[in-house]
C-alpha cells in the first residue's frame, strides 16, 4: 500500500550491496526512512573499505615476506610473487570483511539513546579488542608502504654495513688456514733461495776470475763448483715440484672457498630485507608519534562501526524489526514474558513458551498415556478369557504347569 505522508526512496544497487555489507534487512529499509537507509549504507561502505584496506595490506605484506632477496633498491616487481600475493590478498581481505560484517551484525543497538553506557561499553569490550586487533594489523603493512623510500635507502644502508661484517668475519676463520700454506711456500721458496743466492755468487766470483786472469785452477774450481750448484738447484725444484703443486692447488681451492663463502655473506645480507625489519625500520625513520597517529587512524575506522551503532538512537528501522520479530514469533506460537523471574543470582530472566512445541508435547503425552490404558484394557481382558478357560478346565491347565 503506497503511503500518501511519505514515500521511501528507491535505492540503487550500491546502496543494497552496502546494506548487505553491514548485515542490515533490506526488506525493512526499504520501508524505512531515507535517513536509516544512508546510515547503514554509510555502516557498510566502512565495513568494505576496512575489508579493501586489509586486502592491500595482507598482500603487500606476503609480497614483502616471499619476494626473491636482493639489495633494497633493486625495486624489481617479480612476477610470480605479486601474482599469489594478489590471491593471497583478495583472501584475506575477504576474512577481513566477514569478520567485520559480523561485529556490526552481531552489535546490538545498545539501550537506543545517544550516550554510551558503562553496561554498553562492557558489553562491547570483546568486539572492540577483535576491531584493534585486526586494526592494528592493518596498519602495519600500510605504514611500512607509506614509508618505503625511506625505508629502502636506510635498508641499502644496513645491508651494505652487515655484508662488510660477515666479510671481515669470513676473511677471519681463513687467516689462519691461509698462514699454514703460506709459511710451507716460504719454507720452501727460502730453501731455494739459499741455494740459488749461492749458484748466484759463484757465478759473480768465476766471472771476475775469468775477467781479470787468465783461466786457471781457481776459475776450473768455480765452474765445478757453479754446475755442481746448478745440477743441486734443479734437483731441489724436481724434488719440491709435488709439494709446492699440492700447496698451490691448496690454496686455490682454499681462494676458491673463500669466494663462495663471501658470494654467500653477500645473499645472507640482502636477506636482511624482510617484513620484520622493514616494521622497526618504518618505526625508527617515522618516530613513535607518527606510527601512532597511522595506527589510532586504522583503529578508528575499524572501532567506528562499533561505537556508530551503540549511539544510534531508535529509527523507525528499528521498530519495524522489533515488529517483524515479534509478529514472527507469534506466527510459530513463541510467546515471551519479559522479566518474569529471578534466578538464583537475583537477575531478572525471560520466559520463553514455545506455543506449537508444548502443543506437540500434549500430543505425545496424551497419545502415550491412551496407548497405556489400551494396553492395560487389553490386559485386563486377557486375564478375565484366560479365568474362563482355566474354571471349564483345571485339571488341563495343572498338567500344563
Not at 577481513?96 to 539501550?111: P, Q, S
Request: charged content about 30%; hydrophobic content about 40%; overall charge neutral.
Amino acid at each position: 500500500m503506497k503511503r500518501e505522508y511519505y514515500t521511501s526512496p528507491k535505492p540503487g544497487l550500491i546502496m543494497r550491496l552496502l546494506w548487505k555489507a553491514a548485515g542490515s534487512d533490506g526488506y525493512i529499509l526499504r520501508r524505512s526512512t531515507y535517513s536509516d537507509q544512508v546510515k547503514y549504507a554509510c555502516l557498510g561502505g566502512i565495513v568494505v573499505a576496512t575489508g579493501f584496506m586489509a586486502a592491500v595490506a595482507g598482500g603487500y605484506a606476503i609480497y614483502t615476506i616471499f619476494e626473491p632477496k636482493g639489495s633494497a633498491l633493486d625495486g624489481v616487481i617479480h612476477t610470480q610473487t605479486a601474482v599469489m600475493a594478489s590471491i593471497f590478498g583478495v583472501i584475506w581481505g575477504l576474512i577481513i570483511f566477514n569478520i567485520d560484517r559480523f561485529i556490526v551484525a552481531a552489535t546490538g543497538k545498545g539501550d537506543g539513546t545517544e550516550a554510551i553506557t558503562k553496561a554498553e561499553f562492557i558489553n562491547s569490550v570483546p568486539r572492540i579488542i577483535m576491531g584493534l586487533v585486526i586494526a592494528i594489523t592493518i596498519s602495519k603493512p600500510m605504514e611500512i608502504r607509506m614509508f618505503k623510500s625511506e625505508i629502502d635507502a636506510e635498508l641499502h644502508q644496513e645491508q651494505l654495513k652487515k655484508r662488510k661484517e660477515y666479510e671481515i668475519a669470513t676473511k677471519a676463520n681463513y687467516v689462519s688456514r691461509f698462514e699454514v700454506i703460506d709459511k710451507d711456500l716460504q719454507k720452501i721458496e727460502n730453501e731455494r733461495n739459499k741455494v740459488l743466492n749461492r749458484v748466484t755468487e759463484i757465478e759473480k766470483q768465476y766471472t771476475e776470475e775469468v775477467r781479470i786472469v787468465r783461466p786457471g785452477p781457481k776459475a776450473a774450481a768455480l765452474k765445478s763448483l757453479m754446475n755442481s750448484l746448478g745440477e743441486k738447484l734443479n734437483s731441489f725444484d724436481e724434488d719440491n715440484k709435488a709439494e709446492l703443486e699440492r700447496l698451490n692447488n691448496e690454496k686455490i681451492k682454499l681462494t676458491k672457498e673463500l669466494d663462495e663463502e663471501l658470494a654467500k655473506n653477500e645473499e645472507v645480507a640482502n636477506g636482511l630485507d624482510g617484513l620484520l625489519e622493514r616494521i622497526k625500520l618504518a618505526h625508527e625513520i617515522a618516530g613513535i608519534w607518527i606510527t601512532l597517529f597511522i595506527t589510532l587512524l586504522f583503529v578508528v575506522i575499524e572501532l567506528t562501526p562499533i561505537f556508530f551503532k551503540m549511539m544510534l538512537i531508535k529509527s523507525p528501522y528499528d521498530f519495524m524489526g522489533d515488529n517483524i520479530q515479534e509478529l514472527l514469533k507469534a506466527e510459530d506460537g513463541i510467546q515471551i514474558k519479559y522479566d518474569y523471574y529471578k534466578d538464583k543470582e537475583g537477575q531478572e530472566r525471560d520466559l520463553i513458551i514455545s506455543h506449537q512445541a508444548q502443543r506437540k508435547i500434549d500430543e505425545k503425552i496424551a497419545l502415550m498415556k491412551a496407548q497405556t490404558e489400551l494396553s492395560d484394557y487389553v490386559i485386563e481382558r486377557w486375564k478375565e478369557k484366560e479365568k474362563k478357560k482355566i474354571d471349564k478346565n483345571i485339571e488341563n491347565y495343572i498338567s500344563r504347569i
